[in-house]
């Protein structure tokens, strides 16, 4: 009976326990509801500043995914330059074009030269002559405005034929790049040792150190070539036309009067030559025919 008791009276307090956490556990909650319900809401005037600072992120968003679109299309424009890929590189342009009129096409190409660069060299061949005229040009251009200058070329005339090629310089310029840097550092070093040295091994120490200068400025030197290269395309102009009609060629008469007589001439002279030839070779078969019938008859 003790033990029922026992049990009965525990069970009942677990009960009791059970009931209040429930109670305010509820309690907790409807003071967040009622907490929630008497706060005020956002003013017009708060959502303001909130919806300012979102329109600056979306800017700054749209910004952002811009700057890639912008890079590419950075890159994709015409416009050659020698360090647009990373590249050192050099450019010689063969042309040739067919104009219709030289004298325009000409001048054109000598105010196209000075604006962009220099004339190299210009030979022209048939000037005023009976075949059509034309002209080879080199000029060269700054490779930044190579395209620029192609676009313009077109002006000239009919564009037969196009060549381009590129010489890549990059590694021969890293290349004399180290030697200079090798020279300078040699230069240092032979310097402090001749600074150190003892009389009698100052002029081996001083030939040590004109070498080395020799070589950093021969290193410097074709650094320089290889960046004239790269900064100056190179373009290779044949222009020719336009063509000249075709016209009747009346032959000279007179000249024809004259070929007939220079081979009269020519086949008397012959006959000279050859009557005396036969003469002999009639008389040498007589000769031959008249020993046969004497002697083996």
């Given at each position: 009976?003790?033990?029922?008791?026992?049990?009965?009276?525990?069970?009942?307090?677990?009960?009791?326990?059970?009931?209040?956490?429930?109670?305010?556990?509820?309690?907790?909650?409807?003071?967040?509801?009622?907490?929630?319900?008497?706060?005020?809401?956002?003013?017009?005037?708060?959502?303001?500043?909130?919806?300012?600072?979102?329109?600056?992120?979306?800017?700054?968003?749209?910004?952002?995914?811009?700057?890639?679109?912008?890079?590419?299309?950075?890159?994709?424009?015409?416009?050659?330059?020698?360090?647009?890929?990373?590249?050192?590189?050099?450019?010689?342009?063969?042309?040739?074009?067919?104009?219709?009129?030289?004298?325009?096409?000409?001048?054109?190409?000598?105010?196209?030269?000075?604006?962009?660069?220099?004339?190299?060299?210009?030979?022209?061949?048939?000037?005023?002559?009976?075949?059509?005229?034309?002209?080879?040009?080199?000029?060269?251009?700054?490779?930044?405005?190579?395209?620029?200058?192609?676009?313009?070329?077109?002006?000239?005339?009919?564009?037969?034929?196009?060549?381009?090629?590129?010489?890549?310089?990059?590694?021969?310029?890293?290349?004399?790049?180290?030697?200079?840097?090798?020279?300078?550092?040699?230069?240092?070093?032979?310097?402090?040792?001749?600074?150190?040295?003892?009389?009698?091994?100052?002029?081996?120490?001083?030939?040590?150190?004109?070498?080395s200068e020799d070589s950093a400025d021969s290193a410097e030197f074709e650094k320089w070539k290889i960046m004239d290269r790269v900064n100056w395309?190179?373009?290779?102009?044949?222009?020719?036309?336009?063509?000249?009609?075709?016209?009747?060629e009346v032959p000279s008469f007179g000249d024809a009067f004259i070929d007939l007589a220079s081979l009269g001439l020519k086949l008397i002279l012959?006959?000279?030559?050859?009557?005396?030839?036969?003469?002999?070779?009639?008389?040498?078969?007589?000769?031959?025919?008249?020993?046969?019938?004497?002697?083996?008859?």
């Amino acid at each position: 009976m003790f033990r029922f008791l026992t049990s009965i009276l525990i069970v009942s307090f677990l009960f009791v326990c059970k009931a209040e956490n429930s109670q305010k556990q509820s309690g907790e909650l409807s003071d967040g509801r009622s907490r929630s319900a008497a706060a005020p809401m956002p003013s017009s005037a708060d959502e303001q500043p909130m919806q300012e600072a979102e329109k600056k992120l979306a800017g700054k968003a749209g910004e952002r995914e811009e700057a890639p679109e912008d890079q590419i299309k950075t890159f994709a424009t015409p416009k050659i330059g020698n360090l647009k890929i990373g590249r050192l590189l050099e450019y010689k342009v063969d042309l040739n074009f067919e104009t219709k009129d030289f004298i325009a096409a000409r001048k054109f190409l000598l105010e196209l030269s000075g604006k962009y660069g220099f004339v190299q060299s210009e030979s022209l061949q048939n000037w005023g002559g009976d075949t059509e005229p034309s002209m080879t040009a080199i000029i060269h251009v700054k490779s930044s405005d190579l395209y620029q200058v192609l676009m313009e070329l077109e002006k000239i005339g009919t564009l037969t034929s196009e060549n381009i090629q590129v010489e890549d310089h990059t590694e021969n310029y890293t290349l004399e790049q180290i030697h200079a840097k090798r020279e300078k550092i040699r230069i240092a070093r032979r310097t402090d040792l001749g600074a150190r040295s003892t009389p009698k091994n100052a002029a081996e120490i001083e030939e040590l150190l004109g070498q080395s200068e020799d070589s950093a400025d021969s290193a410097e030197f074709e650094k320089w070539k290889i960046m004239d290269r790269v900064n100056w395309a190179k373009i290779s102009i044949h222009m020719y036309g336009p063509k000249k009609p075709k016209v009747v060629e009346v032959p000279s008469f007179g000249d024809a009067f004259i070929d007939l007589a220079s081979l009269g001439l020519k086949l008397i002279l012959s006959l000279i030559y050859i009557i005396p030839l036969a003469l002999i070779a009639v008389g040498i078969l007589f000769l031959v025919k008249f020993a046969r019938n004497k002697w083996f008859k």
